[in-house]
């Protein structure tokens, strides 16, 4: 059977017990995995987040994106290996790179995000041994270090957030898998998914052994109209003027749905009005095409199609906390039970 995540924790209008319970009740409805989006808005935090829905859960897998430079490397493994025992071994992780704005939001100093994130992986591996340790880096450095006690794993998954042709290809190169962004279309993680694959197997990786996950956006309702206008906020948050430079990454990997030439109209829209403006000035043609939007069969066919291009783990996210359960019911019956 088909494996299936849900993710949660986008919608701020869902606190951290909300994420625990719709958690809860994907695991009850067979889901493979329950996912938490940290972010870049600063919103719930994922340690906290995960250790809610490690505790309200007994199978289901859990994960959640960590942008490196955050915490330092120790405190990361320390943490990872924190909730893999609270949780039983059901933990993965999808490392971020820290991009220059989160770098400045949180006042680090510049570095090569890139770079950074695979330091950043190479290192928590080695600390995850339990042994002591020691690694030398551009941006990572530290000598004799070790957990103070022996983590449940030494291997917990770590699936790079990727978007960019850079960001991908380390992601073949040094990660489990990956874990491709919400608002793409299926193009692009057709697209997305050769460009990982041939950096794994130039690397000599096992490409058997990897895991392609991604967010989905989801909205479901009754009719189609509704369901484009209720996710239109989350299309309207990948194209703030901020986010401009990651749409441009997904044009360089191959998004049909949308258009550089597009990008001063909403610019120029959030200028004049903020988000609400911004969202406003998304044209249908933008959410239908980066999301799953539409009627129960609409919703349904749209997943089908990102399956299609190689994605093994759909998350699949609901635009609104009401549609939570529609789709629990209506993707239930199709996923995999969850094993730890």
């Not at 509704?226 to 430079?245: C, I, N, Y």
């Not at 441009?248 to 009005?273: K, Q, S, Y």
Request: include cysteine; aromatic fraction near 6%; glycine fraction near 10%.
């Amino acid at each position: 059977m088909q494996r299936l995540g849900f993710g949660t924790g986008y919608d701020l209008a869902v606190g951290v017990a909300g994420v625990a319970e719709q958690i809860r009740q994907a695991e009850a409805a067979g889901f493979d995995t329950g996912w938490f989006s940290e972010a870049a808005r600063l919103l719930r935090d994922g340690p906290s987040s995960l250790s809610a829905m490690a505790l309200t859960t007994s199978r289901i897998n859990i994960g959640a994106v960590q942008v490196v430079r955050l915490r330092t490397p120790a405190v990361m493994a320390q943490t990872i290996a924190t909730l893999d025992e609270l949780s039983g071994g059901r933990l993965m992780i999808a490392p971020g790179a820290c991009s220059p704005g989160a770098a400045a939001r949180h006042g680090l100093p510049a570095a090569d995000p890139g770079q950074s994130l695979i330091e950043y992986m190479e290192a928590i591996r080695l600390l995850l041994t339990g042994e002591t340790v020691s690694y030398h880096g551009q941006f990572v450095a530290f000598d004799n270090v070790r957990l103070g006690w022996t983590p449940p794993r030494s291997t917990v998954p770590l699936l790079p957030a990727s978007t960019s042709p850079n960001g991908l290809r380390i992601a073949g190169r040094y990660g489990d898998g990956v874990l491709l962004d919400a608002c793409s279309s299926p193009e692009y993680s057709a697209n997305a998914i050769a460009v990982i694959r041939q950096a794994a197997e130039a690397a000599g990786r096992d490409w058997s052994k990897f895991t392609i996950a991604q967010i989905i956006s989801c909205s479901i309702e009754d009719d189609e109209a509704t369901a484009v206008d209720t996710v239109r906020w989350e299309v309207a948050t990948k194209l703030t003027p901020a986010s401009h430079r990651f749409q441009r990454f997904r044009l360089a990997v191959g998004e049909p749905h949308m258009r550089v030439d597009d990008f001063g109209t909403f610019e120029a829209a959030f200028d004049r009005g903020g988000m609400e403006a911004l969202t406003a000035a998304i044209p249908d043609s933008y959410v239908r095409g980066v999301t799953a939007s539409g009627t129960p069969d609409q919703v349904r066919r749209r997943v089908d199609q990102y399956i299609a291009a190689g994605v093994q783990l759909p998350i699949l996210r609901p635009a609104a906390p009401r549609q939570a359960g529609r789709l629990l019911e209506l993707f239930g019956q199709v996923a995999q039970p969850a094993v730890g």
